[in-house]
């Protein structure tokens, strides 16, 4: 280290990383920020459509016999409701999170491949288009969002509803994909000097083992869907149908083989949130960090191990049953870490009661409890008794919006300042908090009732006489009031766009590199990337802290660190902003789509993908280093 | 409150709610303790909600960190403990209430899941004991039950929570689940696996009664249709045998055999149509014959053309088969 | 502000074409997702196996061993072409990533044309039961990894004729070999696993 200040030029840094202006400029983004904007942005939007179609079919539920809506329109909005929540809003808007701030935190520049997250957000607009268009031409899904054939199979369910479901997996998962591996080399080999993994925010951990899992677990959807479901469809192969040595069974396994480690790839990075949350706001280190990360990684891994506790009902050999049962309890202890640990910090800490804590304490209650139904459920005998009855709906939603869209909202307050420059209204905030939560629990805590007292889950009615219109009623108006609750989270987001405080750098004096870039960030983050010393680098004096300088500000030249110390090793240079992965997306988005109609649109697509690719990975004028 | 795993009845569904009441008090109580030090958390170093600025970061003594560990070690080592014994508490209950075999003795009762019902058929070893009927099981009070579960289209499940817990019935395979009632009384049952539009309506009776009952009932489903007994209703079996309800259905004793849909054979016995929608009487089966896809939107029961003039007839005499 | 110490890495190069390239880590994550899609289809393969009777169905001849086993060896010689031109690219020689690339794009292109052949002596299709749907399925999406990556070499091949390359496309050959590795290396149990497991295994139960 020299004690030479050589401060960086960022009117040179912003013109290499910005975006070209005009729409031209806007397709062809690559930046983290944006592409990460874009992501949280599309997929709020489609959790208004899934919370619009939840409403309605609370409306349908409140009371029996009721004609709100037919058979068909209920099946297709569960279908869809199911759909949109887990493939277009949960695991999107916890990428387009991790795409935002990952890079901020790990100290660099933008993600690893640039070129390949525009792709994955592009091939994610197009899967949510895909299935909303085709939903005005009436090919809407009804076969659920798990579609277990025979039900969903070419016999049972005629029409391209299915096909379109099947195939707005495949945009997803490919973008999915492209985020997973983006996010495991920036986090594996673009760490600024001296954040080796035992520094690295728990933030960035869990986006590490949720994009790992992503790898392992998404692949598998991708068969169940596409080969499975698709093939059996459209081409007339055999491999869930009896008659032909197929299996329907089959497509469970392989399904929830996905569709478990699924949750885990949502709550994740929720969990990574809850840590930075809880560490900023208690003013202490997090407690017990190793304990955090083992249990984060042992989630990981236990999360492949239960997939069969979905199929409890199936009737299985009794010696599976013990070992899915006491895996699917083991994954209670994992996660139970991770709350005490917190608990430990909260007890140990200097608390602010932030609106972002306030969205971390319903997290711990909400997600406890669902925790606890999770145990209940594990147990076999309980099992046959709630499974597929609204006791699952409730614990699932108490999973899922409490292990994850709590921990999102709290820190959508705790980021909105470096996103935009301004603060969220706290009050406001916290006002948007009770509602949600008095909603919440006034909406799914019948349902734990509903499913003991023998209510089903799918269904679009019930017959009166049964003990179960009063729960029903509750929860249906819970439903609404959780949507007063989030018109009033939206209207404190968009009013504090233009009237909010302003933030300055670093509002909260958290801990983390994503608070000393600007609020908004500027398109390069950082103008001297920072060197750390520490986990908790901003509460490190600034004295003790070092910059990086020596990279050319010319071009968009990044900082290549190794895996596990973050020693710097090698500078790499980043294409520059592309329309070619929007072509590419696009072309492989009109393949994908024909190929419900006719298997040619396959070769279509990959015509198509191909052009794109060599267009994206064609040579740059001028050459940007001498070979 | 007859289709609730809180009504229970029989050993299997009487141990699963203590099951229940168990793992339910005792995770309420952890979840409990958890919550309330939570809550204690806040009210600790009197520190106020609303102070500003926050105050730079600090780190607590060793001591406290050490106490902590402890502390959050033990917890650990508690939820541990206490889910093993969980397990091993499910799994021994389990054994027994969700073994996929029947104890020996049981009445064999073959169920196949069809779109939106349920075929019932009783085996037995004298092929002239064997029967089949729909959407009602009769079960004797006191013996166990071998439900052996199929599907010839999709998947469905069979449940009944007073009794036991859910079995799919899965085309390709033959799933066995046991269950037994310790006392006289009606249960009711509902598909639970998604299974299409109709899933809401795909419901069934059991109908648990004494020894005595159950063989009379027994041996009176084995008898063929009985001969229509007035003008009306032979006038009504000479409609239904040359109108198109002979296409699917079957009653025993007559000319109509065919086994797509339910078995009319005793139709007028059971306590509902078209699969627990609703109740079985003369005017709802007149709404429900005139018009199915009013009542069951979807349903495969085809709409048969019926003169008005010849309904009361037919539905006289479908009544009458008891 | 002026007197933070600073790290200067001006002294480090300014592109590396090694395992410790991020385009390296890319392509083996990829390499991964696609290891974990034909896993799970061996996965798939065995229990479609176990719940039938007689595998392949009544009537339907196993895959043949001739040409499926003949061309293992171009398939596994290409990797030698792959290696030479990584070695090259490392070393920045033109000539070596032509005579590698070439080698490799040679190799591949009789293997394909002998697994074409091979499919022409089937006698069953995907339609015909569920064997010849996931022997189909695996041999297809593999032969469509190695189609699409005999292109990307076609594509390479073409930047390094033209001679309009930099770091950027050397990586990319380097990478490009890593995937051909992988092709080649997942290739082998899958072999393994549609050609001898249900004649060791036996065909029927």
Known sequence: MTPVAERADVDVLRRTWGSKPGLIGWLSSTHHQQIGRRYICTAFIFLLIGGVEALLMRLQLAKPENTFLTAVRYNQIFTLHGTTMMFLFAVPVMEGMGIYLVPLMVGTRNVAFPRLNAFGYWMYLAGGLFLYGCAFFNMIPDAGWFAYPPLSGPQFSPGKGVDVWAQMITFTEISALCVAVELVVTILKMRAPGMSLNRMPMFCWSMLVQSFMIIFAMPAVMIASTVFLLNDRTLGTHFVNPAEGGDPLLYQHVFWFFGHPEVYIIFLPALGMVSSIVETFTRRKIFGYPALVLSLVGNGFIAFGLWVHHMFATGLPQIGEAYFTAASMMIAITSGVQIFCWLATLWSGRLKGTAAVHFVFGFIFIFVMGGMTGVMLASIPLDLQGHDTFFVVAHFHYVLIGGALFPLFGGFHYWFPKFTGRRMDEALGKLSFWILFIGFNVTFFPMHWLGMIGMPRRVYTYIAGRGWENANVIATVGAFVILIGGLVFIANALRSLSVGAKAGNDPWEASTLEWEAESPPAPYNFPNLPVVTSRTPLWTPESERAIVVGLREDRREILITNVLEAAPHHRSVQPRSSLWPMLTALGLAIGLAGSIFAFYWYYVASVLGMIGLIGWFWPERPIEVDP | ?322 | ?205
């Open chain 2, 1 to 322: 409150m007859n289709q609730s795993m809180w009504h229970a009845s029989g050993s299997n569904a009487l141990e699963v709610r203590e099951l229940a009441v168990f793992f339910g008090l005792l995770l309420g109580a952890i979840f409990l303790v958890v919550i309330g030090i939570a809550l204690l958390s806040l009210t600790r170093r009197h520190r106020g909600i609303q102070q500003e600025p926050l105050e730079g970061s600090h780190v607590p003594s060793f001591e406290t960190e050490s106490r902590l560990r402890i502390v959050v070690s033990v917890a650990t080592a508690l939820t541990v403990l206490i889910l093993l014994g969980l397990t091993v508490v499910s799994v021994s209950v389990g054994r027994t209430v969700s073994a996929s075999t029947a104890p020996p003795g049981s009445l064999p009762i073959e169920v196949t899941g069809a779109q939106w019902w349920w075929k019932i058929r009783y085996t037995n070893d004298d092929p002239r004991r064997i029967f089949a009927t729909a959407n009602e099981i009769h079960i004797p009070v006191g013996r166990p039950v071998a439900i052996r579960g199929g599907s010839d289209d999709v998947i469905h499940s069979f449940w009944v929570p007073s009794l036991q817990g859910k079995r799919d019935l899965i085309p390709g395979h033959t799933t066995v689940e046991w269950l037994q009632a310790d006392k006289p009384g009606e249960y009711r049952g509902q598909c639970a696996e998604f299974c299409g539009l109709q899933h809401a309506h795909m419901a069934f009776w059991v109908v648990a009664e004494t020894p005595d009952q159950f063989n009379a009932w027994f041996d009176h489903q084995l008898q063929p249709a009985a001969e229509p007994a007035d003008d009306q209703t032979k006038r009504g079996q000479d409609i239904f045998l040359k109108s198109g309800c002979v296409l699917c259905h079957a009653i025993r004793g007559t000319n109509a055999g065919a086994q797509i849909g339910p078995d009319l054979t005793h139709f007028g016995g059971r306590k509902t149509i078209a699969a627990g929608t609703l109740p079985n009487t003369k005017g709802n089966l007149a709404g429900w014959i005139a018009d199915p896809q009013n009542i069951k939107p979807g349903t495969h029961m085809a709409t048969v053309p019926i003169q008005p003039a010849e309904m009361q007839p037919l539905i006289d005499y479908l009544e009458s088969l008891k």
């Open chain 3, 1 to 205: 502000m002026s007197e933070r110490r600073t790290l200067d890495v001006s002294g480090l190069p300014p592109y590396d074409i090694s395992n410790k390239s991020p385009l390296f880590w890319g392509q083996v994550l990829m390499c991964l997702i696609e290891g974990s899609l034909l896993c799970m289809l061996i996965a798939t393969y065995f229990y479609l196996r176990l719940g039938v009777d007689s595998w392949p169905g009544p009537g339907v001849q196993l895959p043949g061993l001739t040409f499926s086993t003949w061309a293992l060896i171009p398939l596994i010689a290409s990797c030698i072409g792959s290696y030479l031109a990584s070695e090259a690219a490392k070393k920045n020689s033109r000539a070596g990533m032509l005579f590698g690339l070439g080698l490799n794009l040679a190799l591949a292109v009789v293997f394909l044309v002998l697994r074409w052949i091979e499919w022409n002596s089937f006698n069953f299709t995907w339609e015909s039961d569920a064997h010849g749907s996931i022997v189909w399925t695996i041999l297809f999406l593999h032969s469509y990894d190695i189609v699409a990556d005999v292109l990307m070499t076609v594509v390479l091949l073409i930047i390094v004729v033209s001679g309009k390359y930099g770091p950027r496309q050397r990586i990319g050959v380097h990478v490009d070999s890593v995937l051909w590795y992988f092709l080649v290396g997942i290739w082998i149990p899958l072999y393994g696993v549609i050609y001898w497991a249900p004649r060791l295994i036996g065909a029927g139960r």
